[in-house]
């Protein structure tokens, strides 16, 4: 786990980093999507760096859409890709919820909830008949055009996640969202009976563990689903492989697994991760983006906010040193397992379960 200290030093590479407009980029000179941005927010408020997380967040709700959406790419202020991406615009809810847990800012929680609101009924609306959600759309010139009707395994799990988010938001702000009630129990039981129906990205760590860093999959099996493929794509001693069939190990994918492990109670192995990683780790509190081994060489040649943040982030929650630690483990978020729709209707829920939340 980083000492407070070290901490502080990550934080302040972020902010290094932050552009004026109160943007965040993977790194100076490169693009900024919200998802990235929301996360290194989350990352500035466990450090203390509040205005600075706060002007993040404002930008956010700055450049929102109308629809709902954010472009998938911003780059100085310019849209470079104006695709929207659904589980990229669904994270501000898990942002927002995350700042209430640390700063307990209800006027802060009021200022976003509605761009939180509309984030989650574009990301709902998208959402496909056997549960999954649209993984993104597409924009002609200032308009959203054509939808991508496919889902994406490790992107619907981080929108389930955001969902539980919103719910509790709106629970607690009196302000309740059915609809994503209902979107968040058709999610959760496709991410747990039907991940086959998602775009197969296998190769890629992420579609492992993140249904249970979502939260869709816990307990026994969410231990289950990790032990699945460990030996496939953790490597001792140095961290996780983004890939795996490359020899490239990466610090928010290393960081990621540790949060997925904590949620599960895997306690100790999660904090042997966290200590692997730090080779990553410039002696100024930044982070390499990712290491390349035998040959010990970090690629790219670059420090980046995102994987800074997921730094900060997972040693938070085995420290336990704010309330945010619970974000991933997700003990303050509600469940969807009573909405659960039966295994031979994935599509819908039954009229008497809708009734029960009109």
């Known amino acids: 786990m980083l000492t407070l ?58 450049t929102q859409r109308p629809d709902g959406s954010w472009p998938m790419k911003v780059v100085g202020g310019d849209v470079v890709d104006a695709s929207g991406e659904t589980n990229m615009t669904a994270y501000l809810a898990v942002g927002l919820w995350h700042h209430w847990l640390v700063r307990r800012d209800s006027a ?21 008949p ?19 009707a496919e889902a994406l395994l490790a992107g619907s799990s981080s929108i389930h996640h955001a969902l539980r988010a919103g719910v509790a938001l709106a629970s607690l702000l009196g302000d309740p969202q059915p609809t994503w009630e209902l979107a968040g129990a058709r999610l959760a039981h496709a991410l747990r009976s039907h991940r086959d129906l998602f775009l197969d990205k296998s190769t890629f760590s992420m579609d492992w563990y993140y249904p249970v860093l979502g939260g869709a ?42 949060l997925a492990l904590e949620a599960v109670g895997e306690r100790d192995r999660a904090a042997r991760l966290l200590a692997d990683v730090q080779h990553l780790r410039s002696d100024d509190g930044a982070y390499w983006t990712g ?42 978020l509600p469940a969807f397992d009573g909405l659960a729709v039966d295994c031979g209707c994935p599509s819908a829920l039954s009229a008497h379960e809708v009734a029960g939340l009109a």
């Open 5 to 62: 200290g070290e901490v502080a030093a990550t934080a302040a590479s972020i902010v290094e980093m932050q552009e004026s407009s109160g943007a965040i980029p993977w790194t100076p000179g490169q693009h900024t999507d919200v998802w990235n941005h929301v996360e290194s927010a989350m990352a500035l408020v466990v450090a203390g760096r509040v205005a600075e997380a706060e002007h993040a967040y404002r930008w956010a709700v700055e």
């Open 217 to 258: 999959v816990r307990g026994e099996a969410g231990r289950d689903l990790i032990a699945s493929r460990w030996d496939e794509f953790v490597v001792p001693g140095l961290g996780v492989r983004c890939v795996d069939t490359n020899p490239w190990v990466t610090g928010a994918e290393s960081c990621e697994l540790v």
């Open 130 to 148: 056997w549960g999954g959600v649209a993984w993104s759309q597409e924009w002609d010139g200032a308009q959203p055009h054509r939808v991508n």
């Open 291 to 332: 290491l390349v081994y035998p040959e010990a060489v970090n690629w790219p040649n670059e420090h980046t906010t995102y994987t800074a943040a997921a730094m900060i982030l997972a040693s938070d929650a085995l420290a336990d040193r704010t309330p945010g630690a619970d974000v991933f483990r997700g003990q303050t």
């Open 108 to 128: 802060f929680v009021h200022e976003l909830w509605p761009s939180v609101s509309r984030a989650l009924d574009w990301v709902a609306d998208l959402q496909l």
